[in-house]
């Protein structure tokens, strides 16, 4: 099992990993090799080689994320490409019940915080035009010559 899942934030990818790890794959949220502390960036090629070694050392993993570089940079060692599509309004409601992130946040206050600054950045999912908006995704998708699946709907657990 070698599965990349892209999709908006609020989608599922998280929830998809954890399903799919639960029958044996490694999983690696893009998340955690794509930022340095303080909220920025790490350099393209950091991440990368990241992404290389935890892909050198499992034989059967997960990856997932909204990172189009990142994505477009694991789909040479995948089998199977799940695209998570269920709308803009399924992923709102999603973030608003997200559980607490204690990798990405320092208290539960921190992240509910955050949660509007989110909320208005998945809603503009349709129209963004950088790596992380829906034209990029589905050319990322489109463009894919192996295995792929699109899912609409929330029933995507596995």
Request: hydrophobic share 40%; charged share 30%.
């Amino acid at each position: 099992m070698r599965i990349v899942i892209i999709g908006n934030s609020g989608s599922g990818k998280s929830t998809m990993a954890r399903a799919l790890a639960a029958e044996g794959a490694a999983v690696l949220p893009l998340d955690d090799i794509a930022w340095d502390p303080g909220v920025v960036r790490k350099p393209l090629a950091e991440s990368v080689a990241a992404l290389e070694d935890f892909v050198r050392r499992h034989d059967a993993w997960v990856i997932e994320g909204c990172y189009g570089d990142l994505v477009r940079a694991a789909l040479r060692h995948c089998e199977e490409l799940v695209f998570l599509n269920p709308g803009i309004e399924t992923c709102v409601e999603n973030c608003r019940r997200r559980p607490f992130e204690p990798s990405k946040f320092d208290s539960p206050e921190a992240q509910d915080e955050r949660l509007d600054a989110l909320i208005a950045w998945v809603r503009t999912y349709d129209t963004r035009d950088d790596e992380f908006g829906l034209a990029c995704h589905r050319e990322i998708f489109e463009g894919f010559d192996g295995r792929k699946r699109e899912h609409t709907r929330q029933s995507h657990t596995a």
